[in-house]
Antibody, heavy 115, light 112 residues
């Protein structure tokens, strides 16, 4: 069964860091397009970052220079390293497979940035 | 960035009737490959999004055939025929033709 399970969300102070993980089962993350998407409370979805099959990474402007997407094929896991967090980064963060649009989604992990 | 604009914002529907949602992109979604990377997703209350339609009109695995997508270029439509109670939620169009991939603001489908 194809499954994505996010973890790592937490309450963090402004300026802090978090690393989100997306553990994948049912397919290999190698050579696959994977994405991170967030949804702030009551807001629409925002695609933050994509890693393509060849390992090229893309970031939306609001997180460029602060967030880093990566994958570890030995753990079959995708990561999102988030630095210099701001209150407006507060959201539910989803991992999704970026094929046919976004065809498989995790349940999400909540990040709250507040002092 | 490509801006995706959905109408209406809210769509009250009678059970068994049809609903249509429009999505317009600020530029053509035809990729250099010739494909048009326009998808529709459903988000039920308290749930993650779920893919319904990809590349304009292809139903994803397990999606009922009462969901259909159409359109080309910059104008797209999701149609839900014979709405059921389980169809309540927010529907998003999404483009993956050009990064950053962007979503519409969502259309809330509710039962009258």
């Amino acid at each position: 069964e194809v499954q994505l399970v996010e973890s790592g969300g937490d309450l963090v102070q402004p300026g802090g860091s978090l690393r989100l993980s997306c553990a994948v089962s049912g397919f290999s993350v190698n050579y696959r397009w994977m994405t991170w998407v967030r949804q702030a409370p009551g807001r629409e979805l925002e695609c933050l970052s994509v890693i393509d099959g060849g390992g090229t990474t893309y970031y939306t402007d609001s997180v460029k220079g602060r967030f880093t997407i990566s994958r570890d094929s030995s753990k079959n896991t995708v990561f999102l390293q988030m630095n210099s967090l701001r209150p407006d980064d507060t959201a539910v963060y989803y991992c999704a497979r970026g094929e046919n649009g976004m065809d498989v989604w995790g349940q999400g992990t909540t990040v709250t940035v507040s002092s | 960035d490509i801006v995706m604009t959905q109408t209406p914002v809210s769509s009250p529907v009678t059970l068994g009737q049809s609903a249509s949602i429009s999505c317009r992109s600020s530029q053509s979604l035809v990729h250099s490959s010739g494909n048009t990377h326009l998808s529709w997703l459903q988000q039920r209350p308290g749930q993650p999004p779920r893919l319904l339609i990809y590349r304009v009109s292809n139903r994803f695995s397990g999606v009922p055939d009462r969901f259909s997508g159409s359109g080309a270029g910059t104008d797209f439509t999701l149609r839900i025929s014979k709405v059921e109670a389980e169809d309540v939620g927010v529907y998003y169009c999404m483009q993956a033709t050009q990064f950053p991939w962007t979503f519409g603001q969502g259309t809330k489908v509710e039962i009258k």
